[in-house]
């Protein structure tokens, strides 16, 4: 088992959205005690144990060599003593790679299953309904669709788009992001160029591998990626350690999609044959939660305890008043400074992601002046949920 390790879950509700409901989830038990996983295809080795969760189920950790050379996009990692690892009928003897985590962020889960856990096997996924489902046959109905070669360059799971200068365009499937078409730095700016009236939020994101990440985030009703077409999907720029994940001298990175963005697929994998089968689903998306208040509040880094204020220009929380740097003290009457230690703070996205309408009452510093913002959330980003 790896000691260093590819991996770019992301978890996002400490400061935008909740994305528990935007995962795949698989019941399971380590040494006979019931854990729950998240199928991850955007992890590069088969098991990984969250420290918190190795230390609850009591588990010996070898941690990883103090002159490990990390490499882009990867991360340290401990490595368990062998455990029986039980999967639905499935029972194993399994080591887990150990990923240390913030202790504040709160993922419903022991651990994560990743690509090549699975990699050799034919199967359908449908992310819509958060199932996934063995195959003893290819269906004869995806002889029509997109099909694309799984990457052998790349640990996780990546698709073959194209080949240009002797280099593979690599597309990323990551069933452990929320989002959805995250595109590299030049296809991200020339997609805003070209949409330049197109509404944008903000998501606020943490990975192992990355840190905290703050991206802009908005709406593509149509994209295209070589012979991909999605329509009606979220879109954004992809996070430095994904990029460093698919790039190489063979390969080049070229775009991820996370959860919302494979819920607009059927999808096909033949892991022994290394293809993949997509096809588009020309239905109306579902309700896509999204960041209303177009800010976020973050740690400056791991080790800070100010919530700050990140805005963009023209959105509800700009037109209240709130800037860039000004510091989170109070929702209402719920104090956030405390929120490393204060259980009702987090997660935040419940404020922020509230129904458009809801007005907020935030108590907020800037400099010496204390003073507070009422801000009225709006719909961003379509399609607007029924409920609001």
Known sequence: ??????????????????????????????????????????????????????????????????????????????????????????????????????????????????????????FSVDFASHTFSFLTNLPATSAGWVKLRISTNVDLLGLELAVRHGRKDILLLDSGSANGMALNAKAWQDWKSAHARQPVTLDAYYTPNMGLVIKEESWAEKISLGSLTLTKVPVMEAGSGEVALATSLQTTFAATLGFAALKRLDVIFDGRRGLAYLRPKSAPPMPYEHDRLGAVFVPENLSSDDLVARVVVGSPA??????????????????TTRWRTDPQVLPLSRFWNGPAGTRLVLTLKRGETTFPSTVTLQNILPPDDSKN
Do not use: H
């Open 318 to 335: 700009y037109r209240a008043g709130i800037r860039n740097a000004d510091v989170l003290l109070k929702i209402g009457g719920l104090d």
């Open 1 to 122: 088992m790896k000691q260093l390790v590819a991996i770019i879950l992301a978890c996002s509700g400490l400061m935008v959205a909740d994305a528990d409901d935007e995962r795949i989830f698989l019941d399971a038990s380590i040494n006979g005690r019931p854990v729950r996983f998240i199928f991850d295809t955007g992890a590069g080795v088969p098991f990984i144990l969250f420290s918190t969760a190795a230390q609850k189920l009591g588990l010996k950790v070898t941690p990883p060599p103090a002159d490990n050379q990390l490499g882009p996009g990867q991360v340290a990692a401990g490595l368990t003593e062998l455990c029986d690892l039980q999967i639905a009928r499935t029972n194993l003897a399994a080591r887990f790679s150990v990923v240390n985590i913030p202790g504040f962020l709160k993922w419903d889960a022991v651990g994560v299953l990743g690509w090549p856990a699975v990699s050799n096997n034919l």
